[in-house]
């Protein structure tokens, strides 16, 4: 089986956000990045499909330069090949944008299946995959949580809302996007950090995807501007007094005062 | 004058309560527009009649057995054939699990963008504008979508909906063009014991941390929470323990809620938790630990043992919100 994994670096979940002089985005020079941890699962589940089925895992990545250290990663994993798309004309790009670039590596490639993380942790997106499914007229689901292989379909299970999980049989191929409880990804192991090192990475432009004027910022339908700090919350409120009275103040207080019971 | 089209998500044989929320706002921006609603699913005869009074001058239905449940692709397939007949200059839905999965392919199919999870809409320079949270509600951006149409989905609760001039409501059947196949089979839903509160959807939650002890012990927020008409939640650290499943998880692994009021109990308030509820308009704390950082993001906060607290809490809202 071809199986591909989109992956995505991000900034490392603990990092401050400091807003650039001009409001257009963040400051890079302190961060720490990592592999987006939703994406962590789409690797594992890559390999497990591997292991299970036959074939190889393919990590696709668009993004600076260094997205290059998140794809040896999971190269290091246990994944076979690389794709990067680091060439300047994919950077500044929308979900729009980006999705076509991997579409177009996933028709190139001939994956059976796709893995990808439930949303990028910068962010929160949450729209790629389901656009590179619609690109290429695959069935998709989001944020699965179980994955059994079955010939030409997969049967997931995948939260709907409300504590109940739905049950679906998904003909191949297909895209589709990893939640917590999937599985629990492994850790790469010493002799797979050093055979990743000469694992093969190959790179696309947007012209060799026939994607010239329609990737990056050139591609990109929506924009995002002003960035900004959310107001403070004012300091609150401890109540005093036994537990008695400072839950009746509460309860006053949300009914009279906050107005939200 | 700005057009609208708005998805309302049809879910357990009704149209859901996010509708009154979007329709209001297009109503709010639309400056002398349409605003059209368009519902899809199957066997929806009787749906949408009351949506003419949420402002809805028309009301598009696609009624199709292909749309029995949510499947992604036939659903996208539908609402952008909608959206290519309407002609809308906006398309809104609101940030729940359905049209957070739709909306993108729906919008790639007629080559559009999406301002997902967007917080606030405003009428800016270049037509309808978002504000979106970003790492984790770190900080916010402004959203501007260039395609014709924009798509956007809104976080719930995010606009207080007054009176509404109400729009005609007509009703109109389209007659969606769709496979019989879309390499997708609903074979089973699971669902727990009892049907409970979406936490994403939900306009109060009272959530419990590791301190709960146990996951019987999260019974003790029952019927506070149902006094309330409330959701529970949890954190990480009390799923991680196996006193929660992974569903009831509030936070940056788990889910982004965005209730009006929020009642963290036993919650420390670390950063990866806030990530999932700072948005919320009032958060009330109940730690034992004075200096747990929940307090310094809190409305309200009472210093004290949950396990004193809650049942008190109960014993209260029972006598208050049963008069």
């Not at chain 1, 962590?40 to 089925?53: C, D, Q, S």
């Not at chain 1, 036994?242 to 107005?259: G, M, N, P, Y």
């Not at chain 2, 007629?110 to 970003?134: K, N, S, Y």
Request: negative net charge; hydrophobic residues 45%.
């Amino acid at each position: 089986m071809k199986i591909g994994v989109f992956l995505k670096q991000v900034p490392d979940t603990e990092t401050k956000i400091r807003i650039t002089g001009d409001g257009g985005g963040i400051e890079t020079g302190d961060i720490k990045w990592i592999v987006n941890p939703y994406d962590e699962y789409a690797v594992e589940a890559g390999l497990r499909l591997k292991e299970a089925a036959g074939g190889e895992v393919v990590v696709v990545s668009l993004g600076a330069a260094r997205t290059l250290d998140a794809a040896r990663t999971a190269l290091a994993m246990g994944a076979d090949r690389a794709v990067i798309l680091d060439d300047a004309g994919f950077q500044g790009g929308d979900a729009l944008a980006t999705a076509r670039a991997l579409a177009k590596v996933a028709e190139k490639e001939e994956f059976d299946v796709v893995f990808a993380g439930r949303q990028a942790i910068d962010s929160d997106d949450s729209q790629v995959p389901q656009i590179v499914a619609g690109l290429l007229a695959w069935p998709h689901a989001t944020w699965i949580t179980s994955f059994e292989h079955d010939g030409d379909s997969a049967t997931i299970k995948r939260a709907i809302g409300g504590g109940a999980v739905e049950v679906a049989k998904v003909r191949l191929p297909a895209v589709f996007t990893c939640n917590k409880g999937l599985n629990e990804p492994r850790y790469a192991s010493l002799p797979g950090i050093m055979k990743a090192k000469s694992k093969p990475v190959a790179r696309y432009t947007p012209a060799d995807l026939d994607l010239d004027g329609q990737a990056g910022a050139d591609g990109a339908a929506v924009r995002l501007f002003n960035y900004h700090m959310p107001p403070p919350r004012p300091a609150g409120r401890i109540l005093e007094g036994e537990t008695a009275d400072q839950v009746k103040e509460l309860v006053r207080l949300l009914r009279e005062e906050a107005k939200v019971l | 004058m700005t057009d609208f089209l708005v998805f309302c998500e049809v879910a357990d044989g009704r149209v859901k309560g996010s509708a009154r929320e979007l329709l209001g706002k297009a109503k709010d921006l639309c400056d002398g527009g349409n605003v059209v609603a368009v519902l899809i699913g199957n066997d929806i005869g009787e749906l949408g009649g009351g949506l003419g009074a949420h402002g809805a001058d028309t009301v598009i239905k696609v009624d199709h057995a292909a749309c029995s449940s949510y499947v992604p692709a036939a659903f996208a397939a539908a609402l952008s054939q909608v959206v290519q007949d309407q002609s809308p200059d906006v398309v809104l839905g609101s940030a729940s699990m359905v049209d957070k999965d739709l909306f993108p392919r729906a919008a790639a199919l007629v080559d559009a963008g999406v301002g997902a999870d967007v917080v606030d809409l405003f009428e800016g320079d270049a037509g309808i504008e978002g504000v979106r949270p970003l790492f984790a509600g770190k900080c916010l951006a402004g959203v501007a979508v260039s395609s014709d149409p924009k798509f956007f989905t809104v976080r719930g609760n995010s606009f207080v909906i007054g009176d509404v001039e109400a729009g005609a409501g007509d009703i109109k059947g389209f007659d969606a063009d769709l496979h019989d196949d879309f390499g997708y089979e609903i074979i089973d839903v699971e669902r727990g014991a009892a049907d409970k509160v979406e936490l994403t959807e939900a306009t109060a939650i009272i959530s419990g941390g590791r301190s709960l002890k146990s996951a019987e012990n999260f019974a003790l927020f029952e019927e506070a929470a149902g006094l309330m008409g409330a959701a529970v939640g949890a954190s990480r650290a009390a799923v991680d323990a196996g006193y929660a499943p992974h569903g009831m998880q509030v936070g940056q692994t788990g889910k982004t809620v965005n209730p009006s009021l929020y009642i963290a109990c036993g919650i420390s308030g670390a950063i990866q938790h806030l990530a999932g509820m700072r948005t919320s308009k009032v958060i009330v704390a109940i730690n034992k630990d004075a200096d747990a950082p929940i307090f310094q993001h809190s409305t309200y906060g009472i210093v004290g043992d949950l396990f004193e607290v809650v049942p008190v809490l109960t014993e209260e809202l029972r006598s208050i919100l049963s008069d």
